[in-house]
């Protein structure tokens, strides 16, 4: 009887151990930040304090992430065919007819002026779009998409909804199109071209 309960009381304290090291682990984790999962929420449990919960289980930090390895993916989906995805940006802007003159473009697209010039230069060396002087002010260039630069777009649509359903893997068909929907309603809410 007295060996049975010498090793139990043995077996609970090497659990014990056991379960403070992991404890142990656990918060150096979350200190480092190295771990999204299961972090603890921010505040005092009892003292009045609001609970906030982790900053990873925000939208805006998990479309963020999310956004960055998107971007990755489509960035080099698209690089053999000379394209960087704000020039596909670019294209887009133009075919919804958003704009046409590179100010506006640049308006649109929330980038530097400067910056629409360099992607044009680039997309008309390529043959896809084309600049011609607006006629109603000289000073304006307008640009349009060229027949290349359509086909180029259809390309680039194509390897994006090849990388959609390579995201959306483990979420059912229903799932996939619930967060398009959102993703779309997101989207139309800031005035970005949804298709």
Known sequence: MSDVSAEDGAESRAESRAE????????????????????????????????????????????????AMATERFAA???????????????????????????DVARVMGVAPSLVVGFADHLEGLGAIRRTRDPADRRRQLLTLTDHGRELLATCSALAHALDAEFAEGLSGQEH???????????????????
């Open 20 to 67: 403070s090291r992991a404890e142990t682990r656990y918060e150096a984790r979350s200190a480092a930040g190295s771990s999204f999962a299961g972090a603890r929420p921010v505040g005092a449990a009892g003292g009045g304090s609001p609970v906030v919960p982790p900053v990873q289980a925000s939208t805006v930090f998990r479309l963020g992430v999310l956004g």
């Open 77 to 103: 989906a698209v690089e053999p065919h000379g394209l960087k995805p704000k020039q596909v940006g670019l294209m887009i802007v133009l075919s919804e007819g958003l704009a046409a003159s590179q100010l």
């Open 177 to 195: 199109a619930v967060l398009a929907g959102l993703l779309g309603r997101l989207a139309a809410g800031r005035g970005l071209p949804t298709g």
